[in-house]
């Protein structure tokens, strides 16, 4: 559990400081965090990727005596794609594997949030075309709309 603690700090300076970098794609999900990350892993197995992680902030937060709403990100990937692409820029790994965050808001909306690798690559020097760019996306498009519900 201490190595998810660590990883989650990381994680969440990572995702504080991306926004500059990447256009986020937010799409609603018709049920909770839980079984939307759940739907995720399956999918993630079901294409012959792999989850590194799943990283539960709220878990987290509880055991240091506070409450955070459902938020959760979960990091998956392949080296059939990611590979290509690092030979192309290796500073991309800093974005590597992808990851989709899940969070419930204020109003009980449970949310999958993502960014948009051609967003990422470029600020890496790798043209938004590239075919494994366009293959990641393609991934995240279709793993976050099975996530969600859709």
Not at 37 to 49: E, F, K, P
Not at 82 to 108: C, K, M, N
Not at 128 to 133: C, E, S, T
Request: net charge neutral; glycine share 10%.
């Amino acid at each position: 559990m201490q190595r998810q603690h660590v990883l989650g700090t990381a994680l969440g300076i990572g995702l504080a400081t991306t926004p500059a970098l990447a256009e986020r794609i937010n799409l609603a999900s018709d049920t909770s965090v839980d079984v939307s990350v759940g739907r995720l892993t399956a999918a993630v197995d079901q294409a012959g990727a792999r989850v590194f992680a799943v990283v539960d902030f709220s878990e987290g937060s509880a055991r240091i005596g506070t409450k955070l709403r459902p938020t959760t990100v979960v990091i998956f990937g392949s080296p059939k794609i990611g590979g290509t692409v690092l030979q192309s820029s290796q500073t991309l790994a800093l974005h590597l594997p992808l990851r989709i965050l899940f969070f419930e808001d204020g109003s009980g909306q449970t949310w999958l949030t993502y960014d948009d690798p051609a967003h990422v690559a470029s600020a890496h020097g790798v043209p938004a075309d590239d075919p494994a760019i366009l293959r990641m996306q393609a991934a995240l498009t279709r793993l976050a709309s099975i996530a969600a519900g859709g």
